[in-house]
């Protein structure tokens, strides 16, 4: 009786104990989204705020979100396993899986989705001297003149070349710099850059500053006819039209006609299925939070979660978007990395 009764004593002591070193040592979590004057940072902030609040307690996890030099970077710390979780550009991503471009034939097939985010569109601000006609091709005025394209590891880098190449402008004429959204706003204010390439969910902090400090009369938007987005869509057609309301910046009086592909939410094919379905389903049951964060993740809803993935959806994923009643389509469903 007596060993039964320090049987069970030592049992409990073990639990609580175990108990109190997850409580004191949480799993940690890292998710890597970009420049902090963009729209990743913060809502990956918001992200990892929420899950550590809603997880923290009964699964013993959190998670810290991290600025970095955009989507190429993060998919480096991904692949490098020095990130759980990271934020991309759809255009990235579909270079990655594929092998194409950046990645020279090398695919990174251990990447997994996890969902679908928020529409990244593209900005293109330039003092109003450069947008004679306030097409996008009036980037070729800035031929001689300083230009900052972000930071150079990032997603936006790529796409703006990728962009631009398309539309026959050739950025190597200009004095390119390599500056974080916020550093570009600054510059763009004092005068040392003529434009900057901010592209994120509408609206973007750095862009918002400019637009209060500077306005309509200094500082122009370039548009994107339809002939433009023909032309992009042709090679990468996962561009798509994308209008910026007006009164989304401040004294913005019209709507600007942009376009923009979509974010992604990615990890790595060895993370944890649990891990993953925790975090789908968080993300999915306090969508009210994200809409809080920043107003470009509003188109963030879970029947457009898989809807333009590139990347095949990590497992834990697939079971909480089934058990959802989403169907999900053979070309993202597991495979072998």
Not at 86 to 110: D, E, F, R, S
Not at 136 to 156: H, P, R, T, V
Not at 203 to 222: D, E, F, H, I, Y
Request: hydrophobic letters at 40%; charged letters at 15%.
């Amino acid at each position: 009786m007596i060993l039964k009764f320090l049987c069970t004593f030592l049992l409990l002591i073990l639990s609580l104990t175990t108990i109190l070193q997850a409580s004191i040592n949480p799993k940690k979590y890292v998710i890597a989204t970009a420049s902090t004057g963009g729209t990743f940072y913060p809502v990956g902030v918001g992200l990892a705020k929420l899950l550590s609040l809603k997880l923290n307690e009964k699964e013993s996890m959190s998670f810290l979100a991290i600025s970095s030099d955009g989507s190429f970077d993060n998919v480096r710390m991904l692949e490098n396993k020095e990130v759980n979780f990271a934020m991309i550009q759809g255009l990235c991503g579909m270079m990655a899986w594929n092998g194409t471009h950046v990645y020279h034939n090398k695919p990174y097939k251990n990447l997994r989705s996890v969902s679908l985010l928020w529409q990244n569109v593209e900005h293109f601000m330039v003092r109003k001297e450069i947008a004679t006609t306030g097409n996008i091709l009036d980037l070729k005025n800035l031929y001689g003149q300083n230009f900052s394209m972000a930071e150079n590891d990032s997603g936006s880098k790529v796409s703006a070349e990728i962009i631009m190449d398309t539309l026959g402008i050739d950025y190597t004429k200009m004095n390119l710099y390599y500056f974080g959204y916020n550093q570009s706003a600054v510059a763009l204010q004092q005068g040392k850059i003529k434009g900057m390439n901010t592209p994120a969910g509408a609206p973007v902090a750095a862009v918002t500053s400019v637009c209060n400090a500077m306005g309509p009369l200094k500082v122009s938007l370039l548009e994107f006819s339809d002939i433009d987005l023909e032309k992009i869509q042709k090679q990468f057609p996962i561009w798509k039209r994308y209008v910026i309301k007006a009164n989304t910046y401040p004294r913005q009086t019209k709507d600007i006609n942009t376009i923009a592909q979509s974010n992604l939410l990615i990890t790595d094919v060895d993370t944890p299925e649990d891990i993953v379905y925790l975090v789908t389903k968080t993300l999915y049951e306090n969508l009210s939070f994200f809409n809080s964060v920043n107003k470009g993740t509003i188109s963030l809803s879970l029947q457009n979660a898989i809807d333009g993935l590139n990347i095949p959806l990590h497992k834990g994923a697939i079971r909480y978007y089934q058990e959802m009643g989403i169907t999900i389509p053979s070309h993202l469903l597991h495979v072998s990395p």
